[in-house]
């Protein structure tokens, strides 16, 4: 006769569900740490490139004294504007799956507590996951097309750079402003990478449990 199977025993159940709610705990804090974190990181940079202008009229004062500082203060280049959108947006998102993550600690809580009927269903614990993965699929889409365009715009200005430029047009410098969008974006998809891999994982767990 072969051995019967032992139904789960009610410790055994709340071992599983203490478990659980150590790992979505972990998972929900580093989740709200690191997209916080680097959103904040990424928001300050996209703030220093939007308040760009004021630093080159400093530097063309600096670099050419005879200069008429409209002529370098007045530049824009073109295509860096839609970088700055793709940011904002992956920057929003950021902040998306970091509310996210804050609901793992409280479904982390809600399971510490001693009545079942305050523990949260499996199904909601993944609809959250899953949106986790959704929402940082598309914030790694808003920035890589953040960063595609905003290195376009610096491959352009370094091609058509010849020599002595940077006193004659100042329309060809690569700027300060141009490379704190590109590093926005940048950090930006490290972000969303680094959530979505989580939540990837996370809900490959849950489903062995």
Request: glycine share 10%; with cysteine.
């Amino acid at each position: 006769m072969h051995p019967t199977t032992q139904p789960p025993t009610i410790e055994d159940n709340d071992h599983k569900l203490r478990q659980i709610g150590k790992v979505l705990r972990l998972i929900g804090w580093l989740g709200v740490i690191t997209q916080l974190g680097l959103a904040i990181v990424a928001a300050v940079l996209l703030l220093f490139a939007i308040a760009g202008r004021s630093f080159n009229q400093a530097a063309a004062n600096f670099i050419a004294p005879g200069a008429p500082v409209d002529n370098f203060g007045s530049v824009t280049t073109p295509g860096l504007g839609i970088g700055i959108f793709w940011a904002v947006c992956g920057i929003a998102t950021l902040l998306f799956t970091a509310f996210l993550a804050f609901r793992h600690t409280l479904f982390a809580r809600r399971l510490r507590h001693p009545s079942t009927e305050r523990h949260p269903k499996k199904s909601d614990v993944m609809q959250v996951l899953r949106l986790g993965i959704i929402a940082g699929f598309l914030g790694m889409a808003f920035t890589i097309l953040g960063s595609g365009t905003t290195l376009g715009v610096l491959l352009s200005k370094a091609i058509s750079q010849p020599q002595g430029v940077a006193i004659y047009d100042p329309a060809r410098i690569i700027r300060p402003l141009d490379v704190f969008v590109a590093m926005s974006n940048i950090i930006g998809v490290t972000a969303h990478f680094l959530g979505t891999i989580a939540s990837v994982a996370t809900v490959n767990w849950l489903h062995r449990q």
